[in-house]
């Protein structure tokens, strides 16, 4: 196995699913010629041309409804939104056609696309540009949600996402980007959406995250193994619809502890519905209320000093944490 | 009768030229243009004339009754209706290949029965029966028949000139010779997308014709009050798109409108805006006031002197190719099929609850081939 960045991971699987099946596409803002914003794309103009990399004037609601429509048609596009918060300007096109036109037409219309574009905060660029819909996405029947945390995942559920036959969108994250991992070369690597994954085994407690707050919860576990002597179990959701249930009940009835974290702000966030789940279908097995670290609900700040207390960082996730135990 | 055309020449022969011009300065085309002697009209057979009479009036006789079911409480929500514009759906659609396709916006009975779906499956939608066309999922402002290239019928004004766009980029990068025909009412050419659906439709060269079906009015706000610029077409020429004005009472110019616009994206591949002047008898919804924005009166000289289906069968039968008794009997059996159709929608079952969440993603429809796991649906009605 290769080790390899979260960014490269992509663009391999981008270039398989292109090799693989001609009605495979890429297009958004700077996706070719420029190589992509964050580079995800690099080298696929030269290798694919034009009519497969296409670059988009700035203009999402066209180029997104301009996807739904094709794929409508039986082409499989994958939009790319520079930043996930550019998407609010075609929400039209995402909410309303990619995730009802099937059931408005009876099943008679399918929709195989992928929106994808990093979903984050903490780098600085205010409020405008560091959403992270996955909540109002996961909200909206019709469409599915993925955040892989690990150069693996954005391999293997990138592929999974673009072979898909509903609409999937893809969250990643620009402070991901860079980080590397090993990731298996095999080209028939798939990971399936709606599958969890344990990101390290413990019993006293669960930190169930999702996206870059998955490395969040393995540093502050590690913390809690080094300082506290607590054997912190880190579940990875990776997908939040379809979510695995079955993997969040499982560690929730191991450890009878439970702490969510996630980048999005609280109120009516992916964990507001997890905590639900999670009181409903194994309220028994808790040893103490459910308790959540999001991000600090305002808008999101521009300056350092704010934004890393905003998001859920080591300390504050450490600290809630404690309270827990 | 008054035409504006950007091409001073609508004669089919120039068609190609025009495909590769630059958009032009307006000009005005006489008042008397006849435009049966034009070719794409002169060619038709008495036979394909009584059809688009009939088409017209069958979906006229439908509207009718769907509104009649409305007021009799058996239809629920919005309805849409098509009534004075049935030249402009049946006229464009006459004119398509079998590669050209349709998409529209929530006014879509007309373009639906035009392009061949059937009174029942229509009705049954309407009624939110089981054997409507979308399984009484959709309802009035989402019909689709894929299978007759039909996209559907869209809620949201102006959210389907970005599909339109797509569905011709798709027969583009496939190398069909077809275009997408996309219709929007005027109320719609207010909406951000459709410009840069333009933009992007010139920039990339590609097979869509955007028809304006002007009825006057977005909802009740007339369009002096509505928009700045007209005529509503000329907003093409900022992208380099062809574009141009006609009646939409005159099927036969509405023909010929669009059959110079579908050479023009066969041939050369490039768009085109043609806004159709027409009319709505009925409110915007049925349950929409009308008298607040617009008179009576008004209403009743568009019905008197640019009825669409009395003018074409006043020239079918000055033509010969019509007589009374024919047209009688046209009538009653549109009558008869619209009747027929909510008998049908009457007699249909409801869906069951138990079918609530069919239809919402492909993969928990086809089991057999799921890839994915977990937890999809997170109430379930089973």
């Known amino acids: 196995m290769a080790e390899i960045t979260y960014r490269e991971a992509l663009n391999q699987a981008l270039t398989e699913e292109i090799l693989r099946d001609p009605n495979v596409v890429l297009m958004g803002e700077e996706v070719a010629q420029f190589k992509g914003s964050y580079k995800v794309s690099e080298g696929l103009l030269e290798q694919f041309g034009p009519k497969r990399i296409i670059d988009t004037p700035i203009s999402e609601a066209a180029f997104s409804g301009l996807a739904v429509g094709a794929a409508m048609m039986g082409m499989r596009p994958v939009v790319e939104f520079m930043f996930w918060s550019f998407c609010y300007v075609a929400f039209d096109q995402i909410f309303n056609n990619a995730a009802s036109v099937r059931y408005m037409s009876g099943g008679l219309v399918n929709v195989p696309i992928v929106f994808r574009g990093p979903a984050n905060g903490g780098t600085n660029v205010g409020a405008t540009h560091s959403h992270t819909p996955e909540n109002f996405a996961a909200n909206t029947p019709g469409l599915k949600v993925i955040c892989p945390a690990t150069p693996a995942d954005a391999k293997g559920m990138m592929k999974a996402a673009i ?49 870059r707050s998955v490395q969040v919860a393995l540093q502050v576990a590690e913390t809690l193994q080094e300082k506290h002597n607590v054997s912190v179990e880190v579940l990875d959701l990776r997908s939040i619809r379809p979510l695995d249930l079955e993997a969040i009940l499982e560690t929730v009835k191991k450890t009878n502890r439970v702490l969510l974290v996630e980048e999005n702000k609280p109120f009516c966030g992916v964990d507001a519905q997890i905590a639900y789940l999670i009181q409903h279908h194994a309220f028994d097995h808790l040893d103490a209320p459910v308790m959540r670290v999001s991000a600090i609900d305002v808008p999101q700040a521009y300056s350092k000093a704010l934004e890393n207390f905003q998001i859920p960082n080591h300390d504050r996730v450490l600290a809630k944490a404690l309270e827990l135990l | 009768m008054e035409s504006i055309y950007h091409d001073a020449d609508i004669n089919e022969d120039n068609a190609s030229n025009m495909a590769s011009s630059p958009a032009k300065v307006p000009s005005t085309v006489e008042p008397s243009t006849d435009f049966s002697i034009l070719p794409v009209n002169q060619s038709l057979e008495a036979e394909e004339k009584i059809k688009f009479f009939s088409q017209m009036i069958r979906i006229r006789r439908f509207e009718e009754r769907s509104l009649r079911a409305y007021q009799q409480g058996h239809i629920g929500g919005f309805l849409h209706l098509y009534i004075g514009q049935e030249a402009v759906a049946v006229g464009c659609v006459s004119v398509m290949s079998q590669d050209d396709h349709v998409i529209t916006a929530y ?19 309407l009624l939110g029966k089981k054997t409507g066309c979308s399984k009484g999922k959709g309802g009035s402002m989402h019909f689709f028949a894929p299978d007759k290239n039909f996209w559907g019928g869209h809620g949201i004004v102006g959210g389907q000139t970005p599909l339109g766009l797509g569905i011709a980029f798709a027969l583009k990068t496939k190398g069909t010779q077809g275009a997408c025909l996309c219709f929007m009412g005027d109320g719609a050419t207010n909406q951000g997308p459709f410009y840069e659906s333009l933009n992007l439709a010139s920039l990339w060269n590609l097979p869509v014709i955007y028809v304006i079906e002007n009825n006057g009015y977005s909802m009740g706000t007339s369009e002096s009050r509505h928009s700045a610029g007209e005529p509503l077409a000329r907003r093409g020429e900022a992208f380099d798109v062809d574009w141009s004005v006609h009646q939409g009472h005159d099927l036969y110019e509405v023909r010929s409108a669009i059959s110079v616009a579908l050479s023009r994206a066969r041939e050369s591949s490039r768009p085109s805006v043609l806004e159709i002047v027409t009319y709505r008898y009925r409110g915007h919804s049925v349950a929409d006031p009308d008298q607040t924005y617009r008179s009576k009166e008004e209403i009743e000289e568009y019905k008197q002197s640019k009825d669409p289906i009395n003018l074409f069968r006043d020239k079918l039968l000055e033509e010969g190719v019509l007589t009374e008794d024919k047209i009688n009997s046209i009538d009653l059996s549109a009558k008869d099929e619209a009747e027929a159709s909510l008998e049908f929608a009457l007699a249909s079952p409801f869906p069951e609850v138990s079918e609530l969440m069919d239809d919402v993603y492909w993969e928990t429809d086809n089991p057999e081939e799921k890839s994915s796991e977990g937890t999809i649906f997170f109430e379930s009605s089973r």
Request: proline share 4%; aromatic share 2%; glycine share 8%.
């Open chain 1, 163 to 211: 072979r898909d036959n509903d609409p999937v969108c893809v969250m990643e994250n620009t402070i991901l980007y860079n980080l590397k991992g090993e990731v298996p070369e095999e080209e028939d690597f798939i990971i399936p959406l709606g599958k969890a994954r344990v990101a390290c085994e413990g019993k006293d407690l669960s930190i169930i995250a999702h996206g």
């Open chain 2, 107 to 125: 006014r879509d009975h007309g373009h639906a029965i035009a392009v061949g779906m059937n009174m029942d499956e229509c009705m049954a939608e």
